[in-house]
């Protein structure tokens, strides 16, 4: 049961360079997100979907697009990368309604150089 | 916007004894739910406990428990009986709808 795998784990980039961060769940919930992890601040919400097609804004959304176009899969694309975007980021999905555990990948290790 | 506060960064216990971490929330909205996350050295975020709000009984799961007071906007986790394997950050948490808000964490050691 591989719950939610992220890739890749770590991943260097150049300013400017585009990426995309992979999500995906097997586990058929509704609800997907992301978040960014930064020294001393937390998790942060970067965008979720509470379903296929549907996805919204979180907390830090600027300099990232997301799509959801299965149930499975919800990827975070970087369209032009920035060192400020230097940050560890994690994927969950859970179900809804919003007391549902998440289930969290194990992160991606992002540096821009 | 709603927004979480952890205000120990640090926090140390020994091992049998117990700890209290703080956290303190802001929302205007009524329907909601809290959470604490235990994040060890592997990076992997592990629920720990969750409450509804609209719940006045304070959930308890095993060796943690939190109070909860919603009039004063706080929810505490308590872990009794500490062990070695509780060090780790813990992140208080806000849900509602989709939105998700993280407190700054809270370092917690155990010493033996």
């Known amino acids: 049961n591989a719950g939610v795998t992220q890739t890749p784990k770590f991943q260097v980039l150049k300013t400017g360079q585009s990426m995309t961060l992979q999500c995906a769940q097997d586990m058929n919930h509704e609800y997907m997100s992301w978040y960014r992890q930064d020294p001393g601040m937390g998790l942060r919400l970067i965008h979720y979907?509470?379903?296929?097609?549907?996805?919204d804004q979180g907390e830090v959304p600027n300099g990232y697009n997301v799509s959801r176009s299965t149930t499975e899969d919800f990827p975070l694309r970087l369209l032009s990368a920035a060192p400020s975007q230097t940050s560890v980021y994690f994927c969950?999905?859970?179900?809804?309604?919003?007391?549902?555990?998440?289930?969290f990948g194990s992160g991606t290790q992002l540096s821009v150089l | 916007a709603q927004t979480v506060t952890q205000s120990q960064p640090e926090m140390s216990v020994q091992e049998a004894e117990t700890v209290t971490l703080s956290c303190t929330y802001d929302t205007s909205e009524s329907d909601y739910y809290l959470f604490w996350y235990k994040q060890p050295p592997s990076r992997q975020m592990i629920l720990v406990i969750r409450?509804?709000?609209?719940?006045?009984q304070n959930a308890t799961e095993n060796r943690f428990s939190v109070n909860f007071q919603k009039a004063a906007k706080s929810f505490s986790l308590k872990i009794s009986d500490s062990q070695l394997g509780d060090a780790a950050m813990y992140f208080c948490a806000y849900r509602s709808a989709g939105d998700m808000r993280f407190g700054a964490g809270t370092r917690l050691t155990v010493k033996p």
């Open positions: 979907s509470v379903g296929a097609g549907i996805t």
């Open positions: 969950a999905a859970g179900g809804l309604p919003r007391d549902e555990k998440l289930f």
């Open positions: 409450q509804e709000a609209y719940k006045q």
